[in-house]
């Protein structure tokens, strides 16, 4: 569905590249946490994706097209199955809340009877029901998120961008905002979050692709968010006597330590999380929706199942999603987004 192959992002005008050999595949459902330090080329990488950026070398192809070939005409086509969240909403500061969602709607073409019943399927789905007539100002920044990413799903695209969509959120508001982000990518759309919160990163146990200084160094099925990758694993039976089981206890010490400095200030998030955990009745998460078309069916990544204990923080309990009915929102086959997913959609006026 996403495909890098040894793509390098170099800038006009610097001298390091941002990108450097990355090569990554996403399939078809998968959730995806890009992590690493700032300005290793997280949102580079979003960038090449909705081919706001292309590659200096290497090979960027999203839903079957080769985005270096594709023509320029075509690019807000090709962006129509692609959302995009980021850190600091983008709303329209004096559009109301159905004119923010409706406002996507409206660019591309879609009919005034459309728009009056999408858009309150998304904002119903984000849970802002009942705020359709707000202005942003009069919304808290979780509330705004929402809108944001009702706007971002509303014509159901396959592939969620999300840039730091907690970034500006206190914690238990992002614990909010990750749910919904969950809760959508159960239904079937591709996620792809780059983040700093590492809690989330932790207790999601997701696939994590990091990257630093442009390289990507570490793509880990059910991941945490410090990279704990090259850390031995030491097991009690590959050690024996009592010196190599205090060696092994000491090593495990530091462990901890180092996930705990890691962790930072996000262990009240962490806190956050693992109360939700601990009231939520919802049942376990739904799996992912079937592969419609080619595609390679979702990697195991996007099981329930935690990775093996290598990261620090391995023992928690990953986040638990309601089942979510992606015929609540059922915009995709009015749209012409449903069943031709690597077929260009054409205008719709
Ligand atoms: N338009 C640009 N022109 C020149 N250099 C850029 C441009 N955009 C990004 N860079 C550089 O590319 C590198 C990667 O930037 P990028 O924004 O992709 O990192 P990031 O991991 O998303 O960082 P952050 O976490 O701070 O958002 C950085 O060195 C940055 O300065």
């Given at each position: 569905m996403i495909r890098f192959e040894n793509v390098t992002k170099r800038y006009r005008g610097?001298?390091?590249?941002?990108?450097?050999g990355v090569d990554f595949e996403v399939q078809r459902g998968d959730f995806v946490f890009l992590v690493g330090?700032?300005?290793?080329g997280k949102s580079s990488c979003l960038r090449l994706i909705l081919r706001e950026e292309i590659p200096t070398s290497g090979r960027v192809a999203v839903l079957g097209r080769d985005l270096r070939t594709l023509a320029n005409r075509k690019v807000p086509y090709f962006r129509r199955n692609i959302g995009s969240v980021f850190q600091?909403?983008?709303?329209?500061?004096?559009?109301?809340v159905f004119q923010n969602v409706a406002f996507s709607l409206q660019v591309i073409g879609a009919s005034r009877g459309f728009i009056q019943q999408a858009v309150p399927e998304a904002l119903a789905l984000v849970g802002l029901?009942?705020?359709?007539?707000?202005?942003?100002?009069?919304?808290?920044g979780g509330e705004q998120q929402r809108v944001a990413i009702a706007r971002a799903i509303v014509n159901r695209p396959q592939v969620l961008l999300a840039d730091?969509?907690?970034?500006?959120?206190?914690p238990a508001t992002s614990t909010d905002i990750m749910q919904l982000l969950a809760r959508i990518n159960a239904g079937g759309t591709t996620v792809l979050m780059a983040t700093h919160e590492a809690a989330f990163v932790d207790q999601m146990q997701r696939r994590v692709i990091e990257l630093r200084n442009g390289e990507m160094v570490r793509d880990e099925?059910?991941?945490?968010?410090?990279?704990?990758?090259h850390v031995p694993i030491l097991t009690p039976e590959a050690i024996r006597g009592a010196a190599a089981s205090a060696a092994l206890t000491a090593v495990l010490e530091v462990q901890r330590e180092t996930a705990a400095a890691i962790s930072g200030d996000s262990l009240a998030a962490a806190a956050v999380i693992a109360a939700a955990i601990e009231t939520s009745d919802a049942p376990a998460p739904a799996p992912?929706?079937?592969?419609?078309?080619d595609s390679a069916p979702a990697?195991?990544?996007?099981?329930a199942e935690p990775a093996a204990?290598?990261?620090?923080?391995?023992a928690q309990q990953p986040i638990v999603l309601p089942e979510v009915?992606?015929?609540?929102?059922?915009?995709a086959g009015r749209l012409g987004l449903?069943?031709?997913?690597d077929e260009e959609v054409g205008p719709t006026s």
């Open positions: 610097t001298k390091r590249p941002a990108l450097s330090t700032s300005g290793s600091d909403f983008r709303l329209l500061p004096s559009k109301t029901e009942g705020k359709e007539k707000r202005l942003p100002h009069e919304l808290s730091e969509p907690t970034g500006n959120l206190d099925v059910g991941g945490g968010y410090g990279d704990t990758s992912v929706a079937p592969a419609a078309d990697e195991a990544s996007d099981s204990d290598h990261t620090a923080t391995g009915d992606i015929a609540e929102i059922g915009v449903e069943s031709n997913d």
